[in-house]
């Protein structure tokens, strides 16, 4: 009887006819929630309670830190009903955050407490949340430093490669000139024109740039030129008996046809672009998330390579992301698109 | 009414233009080997009539209508359209082809104004795209995709993809085929009170000798493939004809028969 009480005062205040299901309904909305701040408070235990095997100066906040997110995980998740959309969210999420939590806490003392994994190329939590808090500024400029290169050569590379791919998938004459071409360099790895690029281009920053747009560019031009070529002859016929011109034929028929295949070649041009773009910022370029990895590595600043690695994967998943958008912005039509 | 709004919002009606396919022969190389699939065939079409072909399937009938199109060029013979050779497709001659080949990538509304877009006079005429799809009673799908239509609707938005241009010569090309039997004979009387109003020629591909004789004032029966003519049949009923109609009655044991039907008949 006393459970039962229990769940309805806790169980969100949404009226329940039956009484039975209660405590399996409360259960599988809130106890997942109660028990992601059960292992987060267990993480900000660990942080606190036993004196750290190093000198790290950000254990005590990221403990704070740890509780304030098993409270907010606590009364998010049991509240959920009355914060709408946002306590919906958080209730999705809950059974990661438990996953989370259970793993920071046995990162955090198979590192800083018990140093089971050898120091110091194990470093803990707070080694690399004071990267984030202490240096700031340079990963900053290293973040902005490979955005920047990699946006531009991607954009050049998506660009050309777009382009040549709807010159050859149209003229028989474009096709015979650069069809050989593309069968020869395409499937070149970027990196291997390296050494020639660095050494031929003015400067390291131009030459990165060609890079990125060369591993950007075959895999956009091959499957766009795909894309047209595969474009059904049934869609021209349809458009030249109701008037269309070659243009239209072009722009408003093989184009929007092989959009599908163009963005499969952007996403694998983008996955070959990052490659490219460590690897050249790592040899070339002095700037960029890559070359803070070697000069992390330099001085064996094993917590700084681990918050540019993040930094690093938190950058490449959302461009990813972004292009996942924009193609189901331009894609519509399409039923039954991959969710990512 | 709907059928109205379209004939106001057209300025000029169209009238329709006459056709003369004149010993049209054509031929497919397949691995080297030549497929006859036309042998002289020479048919006479009159500006504004309604012309039905009926004929086995796979003897020709699609590949002709592409040659009247524009789309194929024939082996042998001529086609002019009002006395001009056909070398091109040109929007004076529009095809219902018997796929509906909607593009997916378009909403049904952009479907049906593709031809006025093609032709760069969108943008004065939007009107007439949204009378077009009144015609074919789609109007409340104008902004759906073509993946999100069944089969005869689909083939509905591409009647009305067609009708939206006003052209001279209207090719159809087994249209109604896919419609369910009450929305067929729907728009088998639309098809004909436009036809009346608008007065373009007609040449439509049907299977079926009922619809061919309840629409048409002329139908031709064609042979096995190579295709030449077998009968060229005038229909002189007044509009709208019933089905039950004795005349036709008798027309259309006559056709079955043409085709092959004897026995069952
Ligand atoms: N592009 C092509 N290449 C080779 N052969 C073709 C081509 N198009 C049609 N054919 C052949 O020409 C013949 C006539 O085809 P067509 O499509 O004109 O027939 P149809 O009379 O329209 O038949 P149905 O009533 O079944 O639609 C068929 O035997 C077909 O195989
Ligand atoms: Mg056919």
Redo the contacts between chains.
Sequence with gaps: MSTYSLSDGLASGAPRTSRAPLLATWIRESGVGVLASITWSAFGLSCLWWEDVGDWSRTHSLGIAAFVIAAVALFGTVGADYLGSAGKALRKRAPWLVALGAFLTLWEVATAKLAWLPLPFFPPPQAIIEVYTDDLPKLLDSVFASVKLQLGGYLIGATVGFLTGVSIGWSRAVGYWVHPVLRFIGPLPATAWLPIAFFTFPSSWSASTFLIALATGFPVTVLTWSGVASVSNAYYDVARTLGAKPSFLVLKVAIPAALPHVFVGLFMGLGSSFAVLVVAEMIGVKAGLGWYLQWAQGWAAYANMYAALIVMSLLCSGAITLLFSIRDRLLVWQKGTVKW | MVATALAEAVTHPAAGAALDIEQVSHAFDIDGIELPVLSDVSISVEPGEFVALLGPSGCGKSTLL?LV???DKPKAGRLREDEERIK????S???V?Q?P?L?????VWDNVA??L???GILKSQRQRVDDALDLVGLSSFRNA???QLSGGMAQRVALA?ALV?DPKILILDEPLGKLDSLTRITMQAELVSLWQRKAFTTLLVTHDAEEALVLANRVIVFSERPAHVKADIRVDRPYPRHRGDPYLADLRRQILGLLGLDATW
């Design positions: 592409r199109a524009g789309l091109h497709p040109h929007p001659r529009v095809v082809f796929d080949t593009f997916p990538w378009r909403s593709l031809g877009e093609a032709q995709y073509p993946h993809r241009n």
